[in-house]
C-alpha cells in the first residue's frame, strides 16, 4: 500500500541522516583539532609556521601587486575587448588575476627570501586522511554557514531589500551556451578556489598568524576574505573564511583547504544545474 504522503516519511529520515552524519563529522573535525591519537600520528605536531620567512612587508606587496593588477588587467579588457562589469568575461579576467598574482608571489619569495615550497601550503599529499579531514571539516561548518546566509538575508529585509546573488552564482544562471558554463564552472569549481587558498591563506593567514598568533590570524584573514566578496554574501564567506583557516591552521595544506573550497563551489553549482532544470 503506497503512502498518502511519502514526503512526511521521508522528510524525517533526511534530518536524521544530516544529522547523524554532522555529528560524526563534527567529532572527527574537534579529534583533529584537538591533536587526537589518529591526527596526531597522522598530520605530526601542530605546524608553528616557522617556515615562513618574509616579512611583513611581503603582504603588503602582493596586496598592492593585486590591486594593481586588477586595474590594469580590468582597463584592458574593457578597452580591448570591450569587457564591463560583471560578466563571464569579468570572471575570466579574476581568473587571471588571481593566477598572475600566484605565481609572482611564490617566486618573489622563494628568490627574495629563500621561502621554501611548504611555507605557502605545498608539500602535503591529498591523501585518505586529509581528504577525509577535509570533508569532516567542511560539513562540520554548513550549519553555521546556513545561519550566516539566513542572517545575511534578515539583515537586507530589515531595510526593505532584497539580498543580491552571489555574483559568481548571477553570472551562471545568465549563461545559457553548454561550453561557456562549463569553462566558468571550471573557474568557479577549480581555478579559483586554489589561487584563493594560495592569496588568503598561505600568504595572508601564514603572515598574520606568525604575528597574532592561530585566533588573530583565522579573524583577520577570514575578514579580508569576505571582504573582497559580494557584499550579500560577506557574512556566509566570513564563516567559509573561518573554517578554511581552522583547517589550514591544523595542517598547513593548501591541498586540503582547496579541497574543501572546491567543495563548497562545486555544490553550489550543482544546485544552480538542478535548479535551472
Same mark, same amino acid.
Given at each position: 500500500? !503506497?503512502?498518502?504522503?511519502?514526503?512526511?516519511? =521521508?522528510?524525517?529520515?533526511?534530518?536524521?541522516?544530516?544529522?547523524?552524519?554532522?555529528?560524526?563529522?563534527?567529532?572527527?573535525?574537534?579529534?583533529?583539532?584537538?591533536? *587526537?591519537?589518529?591526527? !596526531?600520528?597522522?598530520?605530526?605536531?601542530?605546524?608553528?609556521? !616557522?617556515?615562513?620567512?618574509?616579512?611583513?612587508?611581503?603582504?603588503?606587496?602582493?596586496?598592492?601587486?593585486?590591486?594593481?593588477?586588477?586595474?590594469?588587467?580590468?582597463?584592458?579588457?574593457?578597452?580591448?575587448?570591450?569587457?564591463?562589469?560583471?560578466?563571464?568575461?569579468?570572471?575570466?579576467?579574476?581568473?587571471?588575476?588571481?593566477?598572475?598574482?600566484?605565481?609572482?608571489?611564490?617566486?618573489? @619569495?622563494?628568490?627574495?627570501?629563500?621561502?621554501?615550497?611548504?611555507?605557502?601550503?605545498?608539500?602535503?599529499?591529498?591523501?585518505?586522511?586529509?581528504?577525509?579531514?577535509?570533508?569532516?571539516?567542511?560539513?562540520?561548518?554548513?550549519?553555521?554557514?546556513?545561519? @550566516?546566509?539566513?542572517?545575511?538575508?534578515?539583515?537586507?529585509?530589515?531595510?526593505?531589500?532584497?539580498?543580491?546573488?552571489?555574483?559568481?552564482?548571477?553570472?551562471?544562471?545568465?549563461?545559457?551556451?553548454?561550453?561557456?558554463?562549463?569553462?566558468?564552472?571550471?573557474?568557479?569549481?577549480?581555478?579559483?578556489?586554489?589561487?584563493?587558498?594560495?592569496?588568503?591563506?598561505?600568504?595572508?593567514?601564514?603572515?598574520?598568524?606568525?604575528? =597574532?598568533?592561530?585566533?588573530?590570524?583565522?579573524?583577520?584573514?577570514?575578514?579580508?576574505?569576505? =571582504?573582497?566578496?559580494?557584499?550579500?554574501?560577506? =557574512?556566509?564567506?566570513?564563516?567559509? *573564511?573561518?573554517?578554511?583557516?581552522?583547517?589550514?591552521?591544523?595542517?598547513?595544506?593548501?591541498?586540503?583547504?582547496?579541497?574543501?573550497?572546491?567543495?563548497?563551489?562545486?555544490?553550489?553549482?550543482?544546485?544552480?544545474?538542478?535548479?535551472?532544470?
Amino acid at each position: 500500500m !503506497a503512502l498518502a504522503h511519502p514526503e512526511s516519511f =521521508l522528510l524525517p529520515v533526511v534530518y536524521f541522516v544530516f544529522f547523524f552524519v554532522w555529528f560524526r563529522a563534527a567529532r572527527f573535525t574537534w579529534a583533529a583539532l584537538t591533536n *587526537g591519537s589518529a591526527a !596526531a600520528k597522522h598530520f605530526g605536531p601542530r605546524p608553528d609556521f !616557522a617556515n615562513v620567512t618574509w616579512p611583513a612587508t611581503f603582504l603588503l606587496l602582493v596586496v598592492a601587486g593585486y590591486v594593481s593588477l586588477v586595474v590594469v588587467v580590468d582597463t584592458v579588457a574593457a578597452l580591448a575587448f570591450d569587457l564591463h562589469g560583471v560578466g563571464p568575461g569579468a570572471m575570466t579576467v579574476q581568473a587571471i588575476v588571481n593566477v598572475a598574482t600566484c605565481a609572482f608571489a611564490v617566486r618573489f @619569495a622563494r628568490r627574495a627570501y629563500a621561502t621554501p615550497k611548504s611555507a605557502f601550503g605545498f608539500g602535503r599529499d591529498l591523501d585518505g586522511f586529509t581528504t577525509l579531514y577535509s570533508l569532516c571539516g567542511y560539513t562540520t561548518f554548513v550549519p553555521f554557514m546556513l545561519l @550566516a546566509a539566513f542572517g545575511s538575508q534578515w539583515i537586507y529585509q530589515q531595510f526593505g531589500r532584497e539580498a543580491p546573488v552571489q555574483d559568481v552564482l548571477g553570472i551562471l544562471g545568465t549563461v545559457h551556451s553548454v561550453p561557456s558554463f562549463a569553462w566558468l564552472a571550471l573557474l568557479t569549481v577549480v581555478v579559483i578556489p586554489i589561487t584563493e587558498e594560495i592569496l588568503f591563506r598561505g600568504i595572508v593567514f601564514s603572515t598574520i598568524r606568525r604575528r =597574532l598568533g592561530p585566533a588573530g590570524a583565522i579573524v583577520v584573514s577570514s575578514a579580508f576574505f569576505a =571582504l573582497l566578496h559580494n557584499t550579500s554574501v560577506m =557574512l556566509p564567506v566570513f564563516v567559509i *573564511g573561518v573554517s578554511l583557516a581552522i583547517l589550514y591552521d591544523r595542517t598547513q595544506s593548501i591541498v586540503a583547504c582547496s579541497a574543501a573550497h572546491m567543495i563548497h563551489n562545486g555544490m553550489q553549482v550543482l544546485l544552480l544545474v538542478l535548479v535551472r532544470r
